[in-house]
């Protein structure tokens, strides 16, 4: 079964909103990663949030974590139509540290 | 998908005949892995390898089977394709830095099974 779980499923938002994506996850973890799939191609990592951390910034991307909820959000500021993609989070367990296991992921559209 | 490179791109087989698909690095990474990315679930870890000829199941390593006999090319064998192999196969690789493993992706094998 998925470590983490992406809510919502889907998201449509106009071109210079902010989007939310939210991950949960159910065993302790190392570290939790967000990336990104644009259509037809491999996945691209965004950023890694490790465990003792509770928020990471990276341009317009903020992480934050909450340990004791066991869940993540990403928030993407301003959007673009250029970040129209599926976003993903990957958690690293303590007990299998090197295998990432990814949730089924948030399909963003962001409309010009 | 610099640094990686999947092969083929795209194939098209027939029900109970072999398959494989490659997987070639240029990283230099010691962790490679392969998973299947179906509609609905997300990616899902087949098998990964942690060095050369060490490899361990992942997820959904029923009916696949890996070979790491260099550093750089880790294959995964269907030995007998079934139509529920119909999928987007994707190989990662990783430095596995102690509690920060990233993971660079390939460019995906859509592989169909009639």
């Known amino acids: 079964s998925q470590q983490g779980e992406e809510d919502p499923q889907a998201l449509s938002i106009q071109e210079g909103e902010n989007a939310t994506m939210n991950c949960s996850y159910k065993t302790s973890i190392n570290n939790l990663q967000w990336y990104r799939q644009n259509s037809g191609r491999g996945l691209v990592h965004l950023i890694l949030?490790?465990?003792?951390?509770r928020e990471k910034h990276s341009g317009r991307l903020r992480v934050t974590l909450d340990t004791s909820k066991k869940s993540s959000s990403l928030l993407i500021t301003a959007s673009r139509a250029a970040d129209t993609a599926s976003y993903f989070c990957?958690?690293?367990?303590?007990?299998?540290?090197?295998?990432?296991?990814f949730g089924d992921g948030t399909t963003l559209t962001v409309k010009p | 998908d610099a640094g990686i490179t999947q092969s083929p791109r795209h194939k098209v087989t027939e029900t109970g005949t072999p398959v494989t698909l490659r997987c070639h690095q240029t990283e230099n990474h010691r962790y490679m892995y392969w998973y299947r990315q179906d509609p609905g679930h997300g990616l899902r870890l087949i098998h990964y390898?942690?060095?050369?000829?060490?490899?361990d199941k992942g997820e959904v390593s029923d009916g696949y089977s890996v070979s790491r006999s260099k550093t750089e090319d880790f294959l995964l064998t269907l030995e007998s394709a079934t139509s529920s192999q119909t999928s987007v196969y994707f190989c990662?690789?990783?430095?596995?830095?102690?509690?920060?493993?990233?993971?660079?992706f390939g460019a995906g094998s859509r592989l169909t099974v009639l």
């Open positions: 990957a958690t690293d367990g303590n007990t299998n540290a090197g295998k990432s296991t």
């Open positions: 390898s942690y060095g050369v000829k060490d490899t």
């Open positions: 949030i490790r465990s003792n951390e």
């Open positions: 990662a690789t990783g430095a596995g830095a102690a509690g920060a493993n990233v993971l660079t």
